[in-house]
């Protein structure tokens, strides 16, 4: 183990995120696009892409200045480098993928106020290399993609009866409409985190035992 | 070095290599959004007036306040329909409608939302053809209504998106103000007249010149 712990340490960056620090359901953070954005499939999908892409970049560029940033001016520098990205997105989509742009409307000026990424700057970024903050750039921004993806399934499900736009429950269903109105976010955030917290308390007790 | 030239040094330079960064994308950007808007609207316009072959703008003010139409023309360069941008408060922010308007004045063809930012999921879905679709063929004048849970009844009604009234009701206020302001500014029978004296002077339209 000891011989190739540089990958494992960086393979143990990526997986992080996807459970043990899977953003809206374990850190909860990010929870205003969770609940915001995730009342389709596509919706949130498009939202967990977009946050990745700025995500990774974050890292990147906070991770290779962490040296030359005052501590006491690191915050506002961090704000001023993730809205520089969101911005560059916002900008490359408007005018390379105008339909992408149309469709994601006004999500992608959101991630600036998006709490992960100043998140993972302070908790990771600042203290890390450059590779490592790539490995867990991915590794967040990808858990968190899932997440929004979870959210979306169980609400485009419950309250259109589609997945994708694809009908799934037949006419006999009565779309509840609830779940796709913000109350229904709630119920559907608070379900997924109790049901996170049971599996994984259930797994903690097992190693326990033995 | 002191640690505020150090605070210092670091906010003006990121403030300014990221003020330069945006600058350049943004001179290579915005040309290509212009681009891309432009476009967006010639094709609102076709689809609005699926039988125009080409269209010319139309300006005129009135009331201090400039209202814009766009008439479709025909290959044979009769006017097929004029289409014009109805904007107004949705349940967040604008809704931008493209309004295409029969010369009969009283059917509309077809609209195209634009713009919008509503609630994704619910407000936006009027910009789905399934809602857009509802306004074709339906009575403008005196004007249009919005049904909730039903099938429209009436030839001016249209059934509102269920959990989104406020958006749908945006959308039927926007296209009943941006009528009324049209048909105020280019009454019938002077847009009939317009048509006779504008068409052989037009720049707008390459058709014109021919027609001329």
């Known amino acids: 183990m000891a011989d190739n712990g540089n990958n494992v340490s960086l393979w143990r960056e990526f997986k992080k995120g996807l459970w043990q620090e899977i953003p809206p359901f374990r850190l909860v953070l990010g929870t205003c696009p969770t609940l915001a954005v995730t009342n389709s499939v596509k919706n949130g999908v498009a939202m967990g892409l977009a946050t990745l892409f700025v995500l990774f970049w974050s890292n990147i560029i906070i991770s290779a200045v962490r040296k030359t940033i005052s501590p006491q001016v690191r915050i506002a520098a961090y704000v001023v480098i993730i809205a520089l990205l969101v911005t560059i997105a916002d900008m490359f989509l408007a005018a390379v993928f105008p339909a992408i742009s149309k469709a994601l409307g006004p999500y992608v000026p959101l991630i600036v106020v998006n709490c992960i990424l100043l998140g993972r700057a302070e908790a990771f970024a600042q203290k890390n290399p450059v590779i490592p903050s790539i490995f867990d750039a991915l590794g967040i921004g990808l858990g968190f993609t899932m997440s929004l993806a979870t959210m979306g399934s169980i609400r485009e499900l419950l309250g259109f009866g589609s997945i994708l736009n694809f009908k799934i429950l037949g006419n006999w269903f009565e779309p509840w409409i609830v779940m796709i109105l913000p109350a229904g976010a709630f119920m559907v955030f608070g379900g997924l985190i109790a049901l996170i917290n049971y599996i994984s308390s259930r797994k903690q007790g097992g190693e326990n035992l033995v | ?212």
């Open chain 2, 1 to 212: 070095m002191n640690n505020v030239t150090k605070m210092f040094l670091n906010l003006v330079v990121i403030g300014a290599v990221s003020g330069a960064i945006l600058a350049a994308i943004y001179h290579v950007a915005d040309p290509m959004i212009q681009a891309n808007k432009e476009k967006e609207l010639k094709e609102a316009i076709f689809v609005v007036l699926p039988d125009a072959k080409d269209y010319k703008v139309i300006k005129k003010t009135v009331d201090k306040e400039e209202v814009t139409i766009f008439e479709g023309i025909d290959a044979a360069l009769a006017p097929v329909g004029i289409a014009f941008k109805a904007d107004g408060g949705g349940f967040q922010g604008n809704v931008g409608v493209m309004v295409g308007l029969n010369m009969d004045y009283l059917h509309l063809k077809g609209i195209r939302i634009l713009d919008q930012v509503e609630t994704p999921g619910l407000g936006n879905r009027i910009s789905e053809p399934a809602f857009e679709g509802q306004f074709k063929g339906i009575e403008a004048t005196p004007r249009v209504e919005y049904i909730k849970n039903r099938k429209p009844e009436k030839p001016n009604q249209i059934q509102a998106i269920t959990g989104a009234t406020i958006s749908s009701n945006a959308v039927v206020t926007n296209i009943n103000n941006a009528v009324a302001k049209v048909l105020k500014a280019f009454p019938k029978e002077e847009v009939e007249r317009m048509e006779k004296e504008i068409r052989p002077a037009s720049k707008e339209s390459k058709e014109a010149k021919h027609g001329g």
